[in-house]
């Protein structure tokens, strides 16, 4: 029986794991893909801090990963299917084996909605993105469009005013959902131009995005717009399917936890981006991942009367 089991290879989940290897617990995480997370996804990082000219995500995560392997954190390539939680186990069921533990963390993260419109896949870190706090600066001086009409997607288009030149903030209806406050210091932003009753239909670009191509939903006219980044802003998804009925997650399916990043379940720990929080970074991650490796070890601890 393992101590700990942390599920998730990310900033949150090698956080934990280095933490709990290095306090020499009998630990382990399960990673359903190369280790590294989201981050992999990312050609540059210039806002995690230690790294003043910024750092390639890929290497980013290549020492991230390292780290807690130089402690003896043994990490499997496999894919968790099922959690059963019987009062002090844990079982943790993958494509392998079924394993038991005494405490539990997970750090499946979350994804991006995407739009599903073709050269979106192909240019992203080239230009599409999903985050403007993480590649908004790349963008200095240069037009940018914006996709989404809620909180986030106005918040993003106003952060995106420090950088951009002009900012094309694309909505499928003639207003937004987002609250009326953001709205009015967006309307009042001359950099941000509204694209109304618009979806986007093509990011044109081969190595880089170049343009964008839009269809009003009520005209059914197709339009251009000559942009160097295309900022995605539909909604984020919760990898949460693994818990959906054992812990208590918000109305958006985030998993919930007090600040210790435990559960509803004693012994069951969640950190970063799947937990119910507004911020979603690798800083705020490996915060979290560490609180959640401490609280862990704790529980374990007092399960056995240390
Ligand atoms: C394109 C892009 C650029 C970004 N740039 C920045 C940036 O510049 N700065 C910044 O601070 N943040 C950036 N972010 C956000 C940052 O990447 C996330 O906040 C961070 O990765 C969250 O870490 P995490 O460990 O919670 O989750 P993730 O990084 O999502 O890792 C979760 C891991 O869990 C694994 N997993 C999920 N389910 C299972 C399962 N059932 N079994 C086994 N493994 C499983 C996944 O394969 C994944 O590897 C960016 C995000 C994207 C998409």
């Given at each position: 029986m393992y101590d700990i089991l942390i599920v998730g290879g990310g900033p949150a989940g090698l956080t934990a794991g280095l933490y709990n290897a290095r306090a020499r617990m009998n630990v382990a995480l399960l990673e359903k893909m190369a280790p590294g997370g989201q981050v992999l996804t990312t050609d540059w990082v210039e806002n995690y801090p230690g790294f003043p000219d910024g750092i390639s995500g890929f290497e980013l995560m290549d020492r991230m990963k390292g780290q807690p392997e130089k402690f003896g954190l043994e990490i499997r390539s496999e894919d968790v299917l099922r959690l059963e939680f019987r009062d002090d186990r844990k079982l943790v069921t993958t494509n392998r084996e079924t394993y038991e533990t005494r405490a539990l963390i997970l750090a499946c993260g979350a994804s991006w909605k995407k739009l599903g419109v073709e050269g979106?896949?192909?240019?992203?870190?080239?230009?599409?993105?999903?985050?403007?706090?993480?590649?908004?600066?790349?963008?200095?001086?240069?037009?940018?469009?914006v996709i989404g009409g809620g909180d986030t997607a106005v918040e993003e288009s106003l952060f995106l005013t420090r950088f951009a030149s002009r900012i094309y903030h694309v909505h499928r209806r003639d207003e937004l959902r987002a609250v009326k406050l953001l709205q009015e210091r967006a309307m009042a932003e001359e950099k941000i131009e509204f694209v109304w009753d618009s979806v986007p239909l093509r990011i044109l670009g081969a190595d880089g995005v170049e343009g964008i191509e839009l269809r009003n939903v009520k005209t059914g006219e197709t339009s251009?717009?000559?942009?160097?980044?295309?900022?995605?802003?539909?909604?984020?998804?919760?990898?949460?399917?693994?818990?959906?009925?054992?812990?208590?997650?918000?109305?958006?399916?985030?998993?919930?936890?007090?600040?210790?990043?435990?559960?509803?379940?004693?012994?069951?720990?969640?950190?970063?981006?799947?937990?119910?929080?507004?911020?979603?970074?690798?800083?705020?991650?490996?915060?979290?991942?560490?609180?959640?490796?401490?609280?862990?070890?704790?529980?374990?601890?007092?399960?056995?009367?240390?």
């Open positions: 979106e896949s192909n240019l992203m870190g080239r230009g599409v993105s999903y985050c403007a706090t993480c590649d908004g600066p790349f963008y200095r001086d240069q037009p940018v469009a251009r717009r000559e942009v160097q980044g295309v900022f995605i802003f539909i909604g984020t998804l919760p990898n949460t399917e693994l818990v959906q009925g054992l812990v208590d997650l918000d109305d958006a399916g985030f998993v919930l936890t007090d600040d210790q990043m435990e559960t509803s379940v004693p012994g069951v720990f969640a950190a970063g981006d799947m937990r119910s929080k507004s911020f979603r970074q690798i800083s705020t991650a490996v915060g979290e991942g560490a609180a959640a490796a401490h609280g862990a070890e704790k529980y374990v601890e007092d399960m056995q009367g240390v």
